[in-house]
């Protein structure tokens, strides 16, 4: 049996439009430098990982948040940060679309990560 590991994160919003996405980033930032967490990207969250986007405010990018989340010098250490890779293709979305923190995933991956996880979180 796999051990449990914290929280998990499911963003399935863009990160523009609502504030879901940035709301849930910020908890799952201030988790992660507390507690091992974990984080999968799905459906039009993928595009919360994309590459080259800056926003006029730099406290609103959710890159940032997903390099910070994903930092190994974090108290806890680096939490994983994945981005479906069906939903990327969908999309048009290959991994150089995304910044470095994030990988692709599978809904596999998340299978397990969910039934690994104390709680989940999806946003």
């Keep these: 049996m796999a051990t449990q590991t914290g929280y998990l994160f499911i963003f399935n919003d863009s990160p523009y439009g609502s504030q879901r996405t940035y709301n849930g980033l910020r908890l799952a930032l ?28 730099p406290e609103y990018s959710p890159q940032e948040m997903l390099r910070a989340i994903a930092d190994e010098t974090s108290p806890v250490g680096a939490s994983p940060v994945r981005a479906c890779r069906t939903c990327m293709e969908a999309r048009g979305l ?10 692709p995933g599978t809904l596999d991956q998340l299978a397990a990560w969910t039934e690994e996880a104390e709680k989940v979180l999806c946003f």
């Design 94 to 103: 290959t991994e150089t679309s995304l910044i470095a923190a994030v990988q």
């Design 30 to 57: 201030a988790l992660a430098r507390k507690t091992p967490i974990r984080v999968f990207l799905l459906g039009d969250g993928v595009t919360a990982a994309l590459a080259g986007p800056a926003p006029a405010n």
